[in-house]
């Protein structure tokens, strides 16, 4: 198991960036697949991006590609997820996910953060 507390959201207006980080304790951490999951009011929680163990593979969704990128330092723990060129409907609860294997499907992550607000103006 692994314990992820999420930060870094906030108010952006459309166009700009932001940089939000996931925190993890537990010593197993570089074990485990971290994944980025948003719900907007209303909506399903959808997959953002995904990293493996090493950081040598990730995967996005086509809404995000070419805008966010994800990454991870396996030395302090933390998995970060670079936003740019924000739009109004990237406007949600941003969370981070653990799962033992890399896996875009929701019902893959046992472990979830808190979530953290991204908010973005138009």
């Known amino acids: 198991q692994v314990q992820l507390v999420e930060s870094g959201g906030g108010l952006v207006q459309a166009g700009g960036s932001l940089r939000l980080s996931c925190a993890a304790s537990?010593?197993?951490?570089?074990?485990?697949?971290i994944a980025w999951f948003r719900q907007a009011p209303g909506k399903e929680r959808e997959f953002v991006a995904a990293v493996n163990w090493s950081g040598g593979i990730t995967y996005y969704a086509d809404s995000v590609k070419g805008r966010f990128t994800i990454s991870r330092d396996n030395a302090k723990k933390t998995v970060a997820l670079q936003m740019n060129s924000l739009k109004p409907e990237d406007t949600a609860v941003y969370y981070c996910a653990a799962s033992a294997e890399l896996t875009l499907a929701r019902g893959g992550y046992a472990d979830w953060g808190q979530g953290t607000q991204v908010t973005v103006s138009s």
């Open positions: 537990g010593r197993t951490f570089r074990n485990y697949a």
